[in-house]
């Protein structure tokens, strides 16, 4: 297949609203690719190539400078191999020139609207509307096979190109019977957010799950013999950096497991250090201070036999067999008192909350729903920077005030799949973070204007505030009251942001 006709599906997506139009657009695209170029094609239509980083960076494409084709030639099959050529470059004093000739030559061969498509795809920035829902969608109509069968086929291997790749050209036992795999990362199952323990167990109605909700980060463990490899959220393997974990799981009395858990650093005295503290292990393989101690609040799998579709009071009972003193502290109650007890024990001892979840409900890989509810005092949202800009005073070379972005998921206050902005903060940044921010934005600037440095957006920052306003200067009107920055989430995705939706929710509250 030629790459002008995925360019030509993502215009017809781009220019609709409506997601069955969308649907039909990429399924009459899916159902002409060969076998080779689904993963590929896939990719493309996400701006996430299989190969992962390509090693390129905005200043990088923007000084490519060179004649481009006049009619389209380039195959999908050839810019995958391109992407493969940019991200096998070897590091070192050649590397960048190696990088630089694989684009000019992959610009050379592409027209000037391919190559402004591939330049979108290479910085994450292709804003179609098409999110991985209608794509899923559109997976399932090319292929004739059920939606919910695509769906959990995603969620369980993580890996939307191959499960697209068995839709359509295998045949429908194999993608039925996609499922666990111990070793294979599957997508978590995500928590909504509740004003309060009493709202939350009022919208459980029944018995609950009450744990502690800690500050954190999110962890999959699997556990096959000796082998155990650990996961971020976001399905990163941190294995290596980890081995305190590792050890943990190998003395658990069990030879295959599945864990879903969150993992923190202690200071001396057993409390939780900071956030950022924990997310250093993640980030380096150098040690960082700070022991990393597992909780685990669900186990999907066991010693051959899988969990995720029993109810939630079921997989607790075989995680206190497994796990013992690594079980996240809870309670199962339907009684509202006990419920707000515990989660004045989860804050005196310094945590964030508690995480209320219906006893009866399934593990939803992948999925946010009303099963899972989180109940922080302070509101917490993620949301995705927009823009920098300078600092002044003390913090004159630096950058400081950051642009704040909620994900706008259907585009009712703009580009469908893209963001609205919902206020600025400068408040909260520790003198660590704004070098940090000093350095990193640069990297992903697309542009600057005389007030700010603009970025893609990819870089979600935790912000507590006090509430919302209704506002007439943001698209989306709404504003943030007294925002403070929490600390970054490099475990989170930008399509992991909060809504517009939930933050307009707070005015009605």
Do not use: C
Not at 467 to 490: E, T
């Amino acid at each position: 297949m030629l790459l002008a006709d995925v360019v030509r599906a993502t215009e017809e997506v781009a220019a609709t609203s409506s997601r069955r139009a969308k649907t039909d657009a990429l399924a009459a695209l899916l159902s002409r690719l060969a076998p080779d170029e689904v993963a590929p094609a896939i990719g493309l239509l996400t701006a996430k190539p299989r190969q992962g980083r390509l090693g390129v960076g905005w200043r990088t494409l923007a000084a490519v400078d060179v004649p481009h084709a006049h009619e389209p030639a380039l195959s999908v099959g050839e810019v995958d191999a391109a992407f493969t050529g940019l991200a096998t470059a070897e590091g070192g004093p050649g590397s960048v020139a190696v990088r630089r000739a694989a684009l000019d030559a992959l610009a050379g061969a592409a027209t000037a609207v391919e190559w402004d498509f591939l330049m979108r795809v290479m910085q994450g920035e292709l804003r179609t509307g098409a999110l991985e829902g209608v794509l899923l969608d559109a997976v399932a109509a090319a292929a004739d096979r059920p939606a919910a069968t695509v769906r959990r086929a995603a969620m369980l291997s993580g890996d939307l190109g191959e499960t697209a790749r068995i839709a359509l050209f295998a045949a429908a036992h194999e993608l039925e019977g996609v499922g666990l795999a111990v070793g294979r990362p599957v997508l978590p199952m995500l928590a909504a957010t509740a004003g309060s323990v009493a709202e939350a167990m009022e919208s459980i109605g029944g018995a609950a799950s009450v744990e502690y909700k800690l500050d954190g980060a999110r962890i999959q463990v699997h556990r096959d013999g000796d082998a155990v490899s650990v996961y971020t959220r976001s399905l990163a393997d941190i294995t290596a950096r980890v081995p305190e974990i590792v050890e943990a799981v190998r003395a658990l009395p069990a030879r295959q497991l599945i864990l879903d858990g969150e993992t923190l650093s202690l200071d001396e005295d057993g409390g939780p250090r900071p956030f950022q503290d924990t997310m250093a292990r993640f980030g380096s393989d150098a040690a960082a201070e700070g022991m990393l101690r597992p909780w685990f609040f669900d186990i999907l799998h066991r010693d051959g036999v899988d969990l995720l579709d029993e109810p939630l009071a079921v997989r607790l009972e075989a995680l206190e067999e497994v796990v013992g003193a690594h079980r996240m502290p809870g309670i199962v109650s339907s009684d509202p008192a006990e419920a707000e007890a515990l989660s004045a024990a989860a804050l005196a001892a310094g945590h964030e909350g508690v995480m209320v979840k219906a006893a009866d409900s399934p593990y939803a890989a992948g999925r946010r729903g009303k099963s899972w509810l989180k109940v922080k005092p302070v509101l917490t949202f993620d949301l995705v920077v927009l823009a920098v800009e300078a600092g002044s005073g003390r913090r004159t070379g630096l950058l400081s005030n950051l642009h704040l972005g909620a994900r706008d998921p259907d585009g009712a206050y703009g580009e469908p799949g893209g963001f609205v902005m919902v206020g600025k903060t400068f408040k909260g940044l520790t003198d660590e973070l704004l070098r940090w921010q000093t350095a990193h934005f640069p990297t992903i600037e697309t542009h600057r204007s005389a007030y700010a440095v603009h970025v893609r957006p990819e870089t979600v920052v935790e912000i507590a505030i006090d509430g919302v306003q209704r506002s007439q200067r943001y698209p989306g009107g709404v504003a943030l009251r007294f925002a403070r920055v929490k600390g970054y989430r490099p475990d989170k995705r930008p399509d992991e942001a909060d809504t517009i939706d939930a933050l307009r929710a707070l005015l009605r509250g």
